[in-house]
């Protein structure tokens, strides 16, 4: 009995966490995006070398907007391997964190599922791309 209440204690969380965030958010790329009100930070200490390529981790959160953060609100770390050859990003991992920062999920890319994508022109993604690969 004691493990069915704790399987829907944990199902139920598991929903109230998927509920906050949009549908389309259920994946690394969509909880990656910075939303409107949202700030991100790139990390220059994360900068490492992973094989051929460079990794770097942003953290995504409630910006200065005026407004307080919305009750639903998570924090993320995003984890992104960068290509500097073919100047490229892919986003690694995500970890969702709730409001008093304990860790709610992590999501992970399996290597090869995410297509490298060069950033748009003028992007913040652009702007971390070129501070990654300066060295």
């Given at each position: 009995?004691?493990?069915?209440?704790?399987?829907?204690?944990?199902?139920?969380?598991?929903?109230?966490?998927?509920?906050?965030?949009?549908?389309?958010?259920?994946?690394?790329?969509?909880?990656?995006?910075?939303?409107?009100?949202?700030?991100?930070?790139?990390?220059?200490?994360?900068?490492?070398?992973?094989?051929?390529?460079?990794?770097?981790?942003?953290?995504?959160?409630?910006?200065?907007?005026?407004?307080?953060?919305?009750?639903?609100?998570?924090?993320?770390?995003?984890?992104?391997?960068?290509?500097?050859?073919?100047?490229?990003?892919a986003v690694a991992a995500v970890a969702?964190?709730?409001?008093?920062?304990?860790?709610?999920?992590?999501?992970?890319?399996?290597?090869?599922?995410?297509?490298?994508?060069?950033?748009?022109?003028?992007?913040?993604?652009?702007?971390?791309?070129?501070?990654?690969?300066?060295?």
């Amino acid at each position: 009995m004691r493990n069915r209440l704790a399987a829907l204690a944990a199902a139920v969380l598991i929903a109230s966490v998927a509920h906050a965030q949009n549908a389309d958010d259920n994946t690394p790329e969509g909880q990656a995006a910075v939303k409107p009100g949202e700030a991100a930070r790139f990390d220059s200490d994360s900068i490492a070398d992973y094989g051929g390529l460079r990794r770097f981790e942003v953290r995504v959160a409630w910006g200065d907007s005026g407004q307080p953060a919305p009750a639903d609100h998570r924090t993320r770390k995003v984890r992104y391997v960068a290509d500097c050859k073919a100047n490229t990003l892919a986003v690694a991992a995500v970890a969702v964190f709730d409001r008093s920062g304990m860790l709610l999920k992590t999501m992970l890319t399996p290597p090869g599922a995410a297509e490298p994508q060069a950033p748009a022109p003028g992007s913040q993604e652009e702007r971390w791309l070129r501070e990654v690969c300066k060295t």
